[in-house]
């Protein structure tokens, strides 16, 4: 088979000979989105221009789509992108099969192009420091707010959605750790410094500040006004990049997310177990935890060259 190339998109015509009615089921079944709906007739027409000098893409070959796929790859696309093209191929030919307009699935013996696993970003300690101290000089209600929520999440590891939902039961024991219900409803048992101790109890003092008018008490930590009762998600990350902006760093590299990041990574920087820090962040699979070792690289190094018993024989021999 010889190859094709790719052709110009045009979106004067259909994806596909089959396109009217797929999109009919996208409606009517999935209850897709417009945004959907038209990234499918994208992802379809892309396949289609690229086999429009061989046939139509719903009567393509196994052969033939594995070369569209090839060429994604030869274009250096990345994974994920080629991935969802392939996902829209799928979806396209199980929906043929099913409503009996071809007989068989030429996209089940493809194999998906591999993803690799982002690294996650990172703030150095010292900009954590900076974003700290900045919220920390204000002695405002919503300033001592913002620097609770730093302290729970840089301090101890925890979910955005985690920390947010805290129930005040959480704050009023005396205890260096906090009882987090996580994924899937497991409880774990989280750090609890000095730091976040002393941010927490300056918070307490000014938290039926933040009570809504209309009610005299809340079971959440960090309450609101908002429909779920207390702090959303969204309204924490607008604080962090506020922060941000206030230590001079550039808001896009900062999230909740990033902070809890932060946590494992310095941990790890700094000597902490693998198998402890897992436990502190939650994580069923240990695998999801030891992505956060690349950052240790120069630590590690360092160990091998003061420890490993070749590294200490060869230092012996010099003169």
């Known amino acids: 088979m010889g190859r094709q190339r790719a052709l110009p998109l045009d979106d004067t015509r259909p994806a596909t000979r089959y396109w009217e009615i797929f999109h009919e089921m996208l409606m009517a079944e999935r209850n897709a989105s417009a945004n959907t709906r038209d990234a ?3 992802d379809l027409k892309h396949a289609e221009a690229f086999l429009a000098a061989q046939c139509d893409l719903a009567d393509a070959s196994i052969d033939g789509l594995r070369g569209y796929l090839e060429s994604l790859s030869r274009q250096k696309l990345r994974p994920a992108t080629a ?5 829209a191929l799928r ?3 199980k929906f043929l099969v099913t409503e009996g307009l071809r007989a068989d699935d030429p996209t089940a013996a493809l194999d998906a192009p591999k993803r690799g696993r982002p690294l996650p970003k990172v703030l150095s300690e010292t900009e954590v420091a900076a974003m700290i101290a900045v ?5 405002k209600a ?3 707010r913002l620097s609770a929520l730093m302290e729970l999440i840089y301090g ?5 959605s985690e920390l ?6 959480a704050a009023k024991r005396d205890q260096p750790v906090l009882v987090v219900r996580g994924k899937g409803a497991k409880e774990r048992l989280v750090p609890l410094g000095e730091a976040a101790k002393h941010a927490l109890t300056a918070y307490l003092a000014v938290r039926d500040r933040f009570l809504p008018r209309s009610i005299k008490a809340s079971p959440w930590l960090f309450p609101s006004s908002g429909e779920s009762g207390h702090l959303t998600r969204q309204r924490l990350g607008q604080l962090l990049k506020d922060a941000a902006v ?3 760093i550039d808001p896009t590299r900062v999230s909740p997310h990033v902070l809890r990041h932060a946590f494992a990574t310095h941990l790890l920087d700094h000597g902490a177990d693998l198998r402890a820090l897992q436990k502190m962040l939650g994580h069923a699979d240990i695998a999801t935890t030891q992505i956060y070792t690349h950052v240790a690289t120069g630590r590690l190094a360092a160990l091998v060259s003061e420890a490993h018993p070749l590294a200490k024989a060869s230092r012996s021999r010099k003169p």
């Open 40 to 42: 499918y007739r994208q």
């Open 83 to 87: 991935a969802r093209r392939l996902s």
């Open 91 to 93: 979806q396209y030919f």
């Open 135 to 139: 919220v920390a000089r204000e002695d």
């Open 142 to 144: 919503a300033a001592l």
């Open 156 to 160: 101890s590891g925890l979910r955005v």
């Open 164 to 169: 947010v939902s805290l129930p005040l039961a």
């Open 246 to 248: 206030k230590a001079g």
